[in-house]
Every structure is written in C-alpha cells, then in structure tokens.
C-alpha cells in the first residue's frame, strides 16, 4: 500500500499545457478512477507518476518519497498503458512472469503465481499461446495480470478494460476490485466509461484540459457537480440558464425553478434526467416541487429505460422513465413534469 501525492503539477509540450497545476492525493489502498475528454491530460499524470515522464512544475511523492529520487525498479509500481505493448516472442506466461523473473524470484514460486495471475483473468489455460494467437480482449487481460502479479504498492491503469465485451468487462471489474481489495494496492484508473467509475471507484477526480475540475467521492461527485461540464460528463443533466431570483432562476420563457440551496446570484442549474417524473394523470404532486406543463417531442426506448425530450413552452427537458411495464406516455401527449427543489443543483462555473 501507498499513499501517492501529486502536488501543483505542471507539464507542457512545447506551447500546450497537457497539464496545469494538477494536485490530488490518491489516498492509501484505494480505488481512484480519472476521468476526462481525450487530450485533457490523463495518461501524462499516469506517466509521470511512474516515473517515465517528470513534471516542469510541482512534485510527485510516493509514500513521502519524490518519484525521481526512487529508480524504476525500486517503485514498486505496476502498470499498464494504452497501448499495452505485449513481448511477441513470449509466451503468454512469459509475459506475465516477466517482472517476476527479473526481480530474480525462483522457479517454482513464479511458476505458481504467474498461473494464479492468469486463472484471475481467465486465461488459466492459453499460457503457452503467443500474443498474435490471442484477441485483443484477451491481450488485454494478458496486460492486466502483467501489471498486478508483481504485487505492485500502485497500480497504474489506463483503460483497462476497453477491449472487453460487456459481460467479460463486468466480471473483469468484478475481478479487478477483489484483487485490489485484497492485495490492498493503491490503484489509480483511467477510464472513459462513467458507469465503471462510478461503481468501481471509492474517489472520482475529472481532469479537463489539463485542470483537474472536479474530485471526491463517487455519489458527492454525481449530486453536486460544480460546474456544467462534470454535470454533462459524468452522468447526464438539463443545464437551464436565467436571472437570479429569490430562491431560484428565473428563465427567458418566465418559468421559474425553485433551488433548495440556492447560491446568491447564480444563474443556472442542472436537473438530472432521472430526477423529473412524469405526473400520472390524478395522482398529486408532491408539495414544493418544481412543476411544469410540457408537451412530449421525442422518445428514444432502450429496453429497461425510456428517455424522452419534453418541450415546456420553449425550454426542452431531458427525462428518464424506468420501464416498469405500465402504459407509458407517447410523442405529442400532453404531461406534467415535476421534480424536487432538492433536486436542482446550481451550477457555478463552465
Ligand atoms: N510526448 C508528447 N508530445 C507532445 N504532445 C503530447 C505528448 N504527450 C501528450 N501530448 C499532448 O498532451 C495532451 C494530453 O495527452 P494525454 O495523452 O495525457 O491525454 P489523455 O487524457 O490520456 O487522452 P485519451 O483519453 O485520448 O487517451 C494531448 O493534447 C496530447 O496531444
Ligand atoms: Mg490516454
């Protein structure tokens, strides 16, 4: 286990600024998922971290210790990148044994453990295959257990489960969050799906352009977006923009929505999609809720979930409907929407 700490770290390529005064601490035997747009600078971090790149400003420590004072092999670090460059001469269970043999462990003890790493990412039995004979999901997984057979203090992840079909990807996830757990690594994680940050993380930090915009624990993160953008990157929000008002915002078309917590003079707020309902013809609407009259334009059905786009005199709403096999509203039906004030966040900042 370690404690890994970035601090005020800076890194240019030639004008562009990859990354720009970036501090997060991972904290100690945990699971930290980054997050961010291509190009917004998570695979430099992980570089740097581990020492293959340094920072022009600020200062990576591991456990205390500054990374560039540590050699490569004394890190104890493990990784895989991006492009996790498999040896195509060796064997599969070569390659998984390869930081082991170098570190110079004997025969049998590796023998055991490299079949130990493989039956984990089930590829108990393709040992003796070549990288070219295998898919790139099962390259993958060969990459994986490279990275965490070693019993690494930090593990550094770079997509690593973006080759893997949905089932193998969630048992993959399963898997990686036992070994973490067990082992106790200290696993830092890119990846670009927010649903296997969300679940699998126990902090979320969201890099753009460079900056890291947004961090902490997975549900802080989703209820109290700081700004537009980590509203509409992780997960999904309605952005309504218009003067401050007592409590609230009042919009162009003169609808106003009432915040639980307003902040004084903000102008905007996001409403996640799952949070507005549909009133059902009768039923009440609870009291104090946001409350709207909105006719329905489109309906996309994806199976477990309904999403339609209602218009409200002018402002289009997002609205998510869980398929519980009732009758379900259609395009151009006429319906209430309401939610809670405690569901409307104001949004501060781009
Ligand atoms: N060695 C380099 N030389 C020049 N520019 C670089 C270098 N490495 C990265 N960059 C630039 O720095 C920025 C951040 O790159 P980085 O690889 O960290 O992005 P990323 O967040 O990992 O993106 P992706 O999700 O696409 O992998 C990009 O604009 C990239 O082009
Ligand atoms: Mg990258």
Redesign the pocket.
């Known amino acids: 286990m370690a404690h890994v700490s970035v601090r005020n770290v800076s890194r240019s390529?030639g004008a562009?600024k990859?990354l720009d005064d970036v501090s997060i601490d991972f904290p100690d035997g945990g699971f930290y998922a980054l997050l961010?747009p291509?190009?917004?600078?998570?695979?430099?971090l992980l570089r740097l971290i581990a020492g293959f790149d340094f920072p022009d400003e600020g200062q990576i420590a591991i456990d205390g210790d500054s990374v560039e004072r540590v050699p490569v092999e004394k890190r104890r670090i493990g990784m895989m990148f991006?492009n996790y460059a498999l040896f195509p001469n060796m064997s599969v269970r070569d390659n998984v044994g390869f930081g082991l043999s170098v570190r110079g462990e004997p025969r049998h003890k590796m023998a055991a453990e490299v079949q130990a790493a493989l039956d984990l990412v089930q590829l108990g039995s393709l040992g003796e295959r070549r990288p070219h004979q295998l898919s790139g999901g099962q390259r993958q997984r060969v990459a994986l257990a490279r990275a965490f057979v070693t019993r690494p203090r930090v593990l550094l992840l770079d997509e690593p489960l973006s080759a893997l079909d949905k089932a193998l990807r969630v048992d993959m996830q399963f898997e990686l969050k036992r070994i973490q757990r067990e082992i106790g690594i200290t696993t830092i994680f890119v990846t670009h799906d927010q649903e296997e940050a969300l679940t699998m993380s126990d902090r979320i930090g969201i890099l753009r352009d460079g900056r890291l915009v947004q961090e902490g624990p997975p549900d802080e993160t989703y209820e109290r977006p700081g700004s537009a953008f980590a509203a509409t990157f992780l997960g999904d929000a309605n952005i309504c923009e218009g003067i401050a008002i007592e409590g609230g915002i009042r919009l162009a078309n003169g609808t106003e929505i009432n915040i639980e917590k307003p902040v004084k003079g903000c102008t905007r707020c996001a409403i996640r999609p799952e949070r507005i309902r549909i009133a059902t013809s009768g039923a009440p609407i609870p009291a104090g809720d946001n409350r709207l009259h909105g006719t329905i334009l489109r309906r996309v059905f994806a199976g477990n979930i309904i999403t339609y786009f209602v218009d409200c005199s002018g402002l289009e709403l997002k609205v998510l409907v869980q398929n519980d096999g009732s009758i379900q509203p259609y395009i151009n039906d006429a319906v209430r929407l309401h939610w809670s004030k405690a569901s409307t966040v104001p949004i501060v900042s781009d």
């Not at 291509?38 to 430099?44: A, N, R, Y």
């Open positions: 390529f562009h990859a961010g291509s190009g917004s600078g998570k695979t430099t991006q």
